[in-house]
Nanobody, 126 residues
Framework: QVQLVESGGGLVQAGGSLRLSCAASGRTFSSYAMGWFRQAPGKERDFVAS????????YYADSVKGRFTISRDNAKNTVYLQMNSLKPEDTAVYYC???????????????????WGQGTQVTVSS
């Protein structure tokens, strides 16, 4: 079992940057593929980015490619999402996800990972 706690959300102007963090409990963090998803008001939850267990492979939604970067530090049990050149359409609640069996690529194609965090709000003003 792993528990996920996101932080780093907030209000930022368009063009600005934020870095989200997701801290995981437990000693098996490196066993999980990790990902970020987001849900805007009135919309379905969508995939944003995922990263393999060792951090060697990353996947991104087309809408964030070139602007967002996912990374992880297995020694700190933490996964990050660096968000640059933010747009108002990036406004959403961002959720961290962990999956024990799926690959990072498979995680990018599912909305049922093993574990979800509680979410952190990101608001981008125009």
């Amino acid at each position: 079992q792993v528990q996920l706690v996101e932080s780093g959300g907030g209000l930022v102007q368009a063009g600005g940057s934020l870095r989200l963090s997701c801290a995981a409990s437990g000693r098996t963090f490196s066993s999980y593929a990790m990902g970020w998803f987001r849900q805007a008001p009135g919309k379905e939850r969508d995939f944003v980015a995922s990263i393999s267990r060792r951090g060697s492979a990353t996947y991104y939604a087309d809408s964030v490619k070139g602007r967002f970067t996912i990374s992880r530090d297995n020694a700190k049990n933490t996964v990050y999402l660096q968000m640059n050149s933010l747009k108002p359409e990036d406004t959403a609640v961002y959720y961290c996800a962990a999956d024990l069996l799926r690959t990072a690529q498979e995680l990018s194609a599912t909305l049922t990972p093993d574990h979800w965090g509680q979410g952190t709000q990101v608001t981008v003003s125009s």
